[in-house]
T-cell receptor
Framework: GQQVMQIPQYQHVQEGEDFTTYCNSS?????IQWYKQRPGGHPVFLIQ?????EVKKQKRLTFQFGEAKKNSSLHITATQTTDVGTYFC????????????FGTGTRLTIIP | NAGVMQNPRHLVRRRGQEARLRCSPM?????VYWYRQLPEEGLKFMVY????????ESGMPKERFSAEFPKEGPSILRIQQVVRGDSAAYFC????????????FGQGTRLTVV
């Protein structure tokens, strides 16, 4: 079955440093989504990427979808304490298959 | 427009009892997903339903677990004869359209089996 892996599993950074998490799928994806889950909370949608090579920015967050549509990355510039949480990517194989397969997640902690 | 509503937020059951978890999707959403999350772990897909239909239950254990999404009313995830290993957070998500719509998550039900 489809597998979506993320690395690293954990990341501890000093406040103000940059952070990147990588997402790799075993199969080609029709689209990829990113979610953030705060400690004790529920996943919240951040963004969706559809096109090969697509790059989207949200303030300090930059999202990229690989050319082969099998990998993606999330980069946070100058992390802040509010960035704490677990970041999940989620992919769907095709437009007819609606099941979102979530990645293993990257837990980000910030050292003030 | 209320978000995805899950209840109860916390549920304690003794081993062997039944657990019923409810999920009301966002207004207008006809696609519902259930995910399970163990502490410190990721989200594991369980089942995907549309109104009155189970579309994909490849993540559901073959025994004791069942899910439904009736024409009227919330989606129900039912766990019979719970065991300690069923203790987890169960999240429901709903989406509007086929394929590439974002999923909106409920706040989850934390099930504890004692």
């Amino acid at each position: 079955g489809q597998q979506v892996m993320q690395i690293p599993q954990y990341q501890h950074v000093q406040e103000g440093e940059d952070f990147t998490t990588y997402c790799n799928s075993s199969t080609t994806l029709s689209n990829i989504q990113w979610y953030k889950q705060r400690p004790g909370g529920h996943p919240v949608f951040l963004i969706q990427l559809v096109k090969s090579g697509e790059v989207k920015k949200q303030k300090r967050l930059t999202f990229q979808f690989g050319e082969a549509k099998k990998n993606s990355s999330l980069h946070i510039t100058a992390t802040q304490t509010t960035d704490v949480g677990t970041y999940f990517c989620a992919g769907a194989r095709d437009f007819g298959n609606e099941k979102l397969t979530f990645g293993t997640g990257t837990r980000l902690t910030i050292i003030p | 427009n209320a978000g995805v509503m899950q209840n109860p937020r916390h549920l304690v059951r003794r081993r062997g009892q039944e657990a019923r978890l409810r999920c009301s999707p966002m207004k207008g959403h006809s696609h519902v997903y259930w995910y399970r999350q163990l502490p410190e772990e990721g989200l594991k897909f369980m089942v995907y339903l549309q109104k009155e239909n189970i579309i994909d239950e490849s993540g559901m254990p073959k025994e004791r677990f069942s899910a439904e999404f009736p024409k009227e009313g919330p989606s129900i995830l039912r766990i019979q004869q719970v065991v300690r290993g069923d203790s987890a957070a169960y999240f429901c998500a709903s989406s509007l359209a086929t394929g590439v719509a974002e999923a909106f998550f409920g706040q989850g039900t934390r099930l504890t089996v004692v």
